[in-house]
């Protein structure tokens, strides 16, 4: 069986060697040249297969405790790479979104995207190629196994979102038995089929080979490299998304999702009683698992990462060591916060309120401003960085506008009974359109306009809930470019045992730029 890999740059990553091939040609008159791409071209022959009652052993790699592909794939090619980086290049811990109770429900938005280059870019880095073959019958990858390890390759086998090096297989009247990790693990039949996470999806019959292929980085290079990803993100204001019922939307991230995610927080209730409300218990309690304690465990990574670099610093180069320790400090003060804010949440979603969980709600109240806090310190990290790399400051943080006085104009007033549903509402100068999916029977949303959208700027539309259980936000706003349209999705949440009617309005308020 032969194999013909190509490996070429996204092309989001600069090519210096096309570039300069590019310039050669057009030096000799070939100009109609437009772009030019460099990679190579890997040529692999493999056995399609050993004799029946075959044995194949390799020497083991020394053990290791990582089961990340980064982590694995790095370790068997033989690259040394300090544990903080391959963490980082392994997680970019630098992503946010939206988070709050809205966001939990709100299925049009991909929670655990990965923003900023992907998995690819950290290991051209690294100076190592991989070649993934997936997707085959079982019997097949069995046979990829058996190649590889045959020529003395180690392949990487992928299981539950873990990968571990196979170092022998042993093959008997049909039955396949693998060795992962080392030599004295018990032999393992895999089963029928094998999954594994991979780009954010999952890929069936995972085997991969790892190798290093060029240059690797050095360290402290990598880490301004990640330094860079980590201010690129915070800098993104938002990313497309596709929802599945209208196709292209947008949503913060980074600073802005800071940003959102105080605001959104800041407007809840967050007394006691509303808290032990079913519904918001249930939601407390997911937003604490779900995505606190995830981010928690992001910012850590990235804390220990910078705290790292900084210690390998030259006493010389005292400024580059305080900006990576304040860096550290910013993400570890995230860190912190979530976790904070975390124990003051409700631990368990269903049945009787708990003794710790009624605790925790009487603390409820303390919780506010504690997003506040974390965005400040990201705030930090971030700035540490964008100095250490020469970058210009950082956008201002947004305030909510409904909490600081100012000319406002009530332009509508949205309501709906008790009910389960998802609608978009576009308003434009005067005339309303609401367009109803998966909607329950009976379901009523009604659309009350009190003046006309402005269609000029010096306006913003802000979103206020009186009422209600869903995620409600504003996925388009009025601009020139739109024909000044505004586009509003409201994702319901009543279940039938805690319904709530629905009550929001919409505010054109004036922007502290504004004139005439």
């Given at each position: 069986m032969k194999a013909k890999v190509h490996v070429m740059l996204k092309r989001a990553v600069l090519d210096p060697q096309g570039s300069a091939v590019k310039e050669a040609l057009l030096r000799l008159g070939f100009d109609q040249v437009a772009d030019v791409r460099v990679g190579?071209?890997?040529?692999?022959?493999?056995?399609?297969?050993?004799?029946?009652?075959?044995?194949?052993?390799?020497?083991?790699?020394?053990?290791?405790?990582?089961?990340?592909?980064?982590?694995?794939?790095s370790h068997v090619a033989g690259i040394q790479v300090a544990r903080p980086?391959?963490?980082?290049?392994?997680?970019?811990?630098?992503?946010?979104?939206?988070?709050?109770?809205?966001?939990?429900?709100?299925?049009?938005?991909?929670?655990?995207?990965?923003?900023?280059?992907?998995?690819?870019?950290g290991l051209q880095w690294l100076g190592l190629g991989y070649w993934g073959?997936?997707?085959?019958?079982?019997?097949?990858?069995?046979?990829?196994?058996?190649?590889?390890?045959s020529r003395g390759f180690v392949p990487l086998f992928g299981r539950d979102g873990e990968f571990r090096p196979v170092v022998g297989y042993r093959e008997s009247s049909g039955d396949f038995q693998m060795l992962l990790g080392d030599r004295n693990t018990p032999w393992e039949t895999p089963d029928r089929w094998w999954r594994t996470r991979w780009f954010n999806t999952t890929v069936w019959n995972p085997v991969f080979y790892a190798a290093a292929v060029g240059e690797q980085v050095p360290e402290q290079a990598l880490v301004d490299s990640l330094a860079r990803v980590a201010v690129t993100m915070a800098r993104q204001p938002e990313l497309d998304a596709e929802d599945?019922?209208?196709?292209?939307?947008?949503?913060?991230?980074?600073?802005?999702?800071?940003?959102?995610?105080?605001?959104?927080?800041?407007r809840l209730e967050l007394s006691p009683a509303w808290g032990a409300k079913g519904r918001n218990r249930q939601l407390?309690?997911?937003?604490?698992?779900?995505?606190?304690?995830?981010l928690a465990q992001q910012r850590e990574t990235a804390a220990r990462l910078f705290?790292?670099?900084?210690?390998?610093?030259?006493?010389?180069?005292?400024?580059?060591?305080?900006?990576?320790?304040?860096?550290?400090?910013?993400y570890a003060g995230v860190a912190a916060v979530m976790k904070n804010l975390s124990r003051r949440l409700p631990q368990h979603p269903w049945g009787l309120l708990q003794d710790e969980d009624g605790e925790r709600l009487l603390?409820?109240?303390s919780t506010r401003g504690m997003m506040a806090q974390a965005r400040d310190h990201e705030r930090s990290a971030v700035t540490a960085l964008a100095r250490m790399l020469g970058q210009p400051p950082l956008p201002d943080r947004r305030v909510d506008p409904l909490s600081t006085p100012g000319e406002r104009e009530r332009l509508a007033t949205i309501r709906a009974d008790g009910g389960m549903g998802v609608h978009y509402v576009t308003i434009r100068g005067e005339e309303a359109k609401v367009q109803d999916f998966e909607t329950s029977e009976g379901r009523q949303l009604?659309?009350?306009?009190?003046?006309?959208?402005?269609?000029?700027?010096?306006?913003?539309?802000?979103?206020?809930?009186?009422?209600?259980l869903g995620a409600y936000r504003v996925v388009q706003r009025p601009s020139s470019e739109n024909g000044w349209r505004l586009e509003v999705r409201i994702q319901d949440d009543n279940r039938a045992w805690s319904q709530e009617d629905v009550e929001l309005v919409l505010w054109a308020v004036r922007t502290p730029d504004a004139s005439g």
């Open positions: 190579r071209v890997v040529e692999l022959e493999l056995d399609d297969g050993l004799s029946p009652d075959s044995l194949v052993l390799l020497e083991s790699p020394p053990p290791t405790t990582r089961t990340d592909f980064i982590g694995v794939a980086v391959l963490d980082a290049l392994q997680t970019l811990p630098f992503g946010m979104t939206p988070i709050g109770l809205d966001a939990i429900l709100d299925d049009s938005i991909r929670l655990d995207e990965i923003y900023g280059p992907d998995l690819d870019v073959y997936y997707g085959y019958p079982s019997e097949k990858s069995h046979a990829v196994i058996r190649g590889l390890l599945p019922l209208r196709g292209a939307i947008t949503f913060p991230v980074g600073l802005a999702a800071w940003d959102e995610t105080v605001v959104r927080w800041e407390m309690s997911w937003l604490r698992r779900r995505h606190l304690e995830p705290a790292w670099a900084a210690s390998r610093i030259a006493p010389a180069d005292d400024l580059r060591k305080g900006q990576l320790e304040e860096a550290a400090r910013g603390h409820l109240p009604q659309v009350e306009l009190h003046s006309v959208l402005p269609s000029k700027s010096g306006w913003q539309v802000e979103m206020q809930r009186l009422s209600g």
